[in-house]
């Protein structure tokens, strides 16, 4: 999962993780500049948190607002 501090959205992903008893990676897109070159590759340039790749490939980007 690409997030940024302080990202509210970011919060409410890992908790909807956490709930589906689900383990995940964090990549701070702000920490590397690497990381954040994927981020944007997997957002069409617009740099969304939290952007979730799964293991097999699927992306979801962003966490709707209270879901979590």
Same mark, same amino acid.
């Given at each position: 999962?690409?997030?940024? @501090?302080g990202? @509210?959205?970011? /919060?409410?992903?890992? &908790?909807? $993780?956490?709930?589906?008893? $689900?383990? !995940?990676?964090?990549?701070? &897109?702000? *920490?590397? &500049?690497? !990381?954040? &070159?994927? $981020?944007?590759?997997? *957002? ?5 948190? @939290? *952007?979730?790749?799964? @293991? /097999? ?5 962003? !966490? ?5």
């Amino acid at each position: 999962m690409y997030i940024k @501090p302080g990202c @509210p959205y970011c /919060d409410d992903a890992r &908790a909807g $993780l956490r709930e589906e008893g $689900l383990e !995940w990676e964090e990549r701070d &897109a702000t *920490t590397r &500049a690497d !990381w954040k &070159a994927e $981020l944007f590759s997997y *957002t069409n340039d617009r740099g969304v948190v @939290p *952007t979730i790749v799964s @293991p /097999d490939g699927a992306v979801k980007v962003g !966490w709707p607002a209270g879901k979590g």
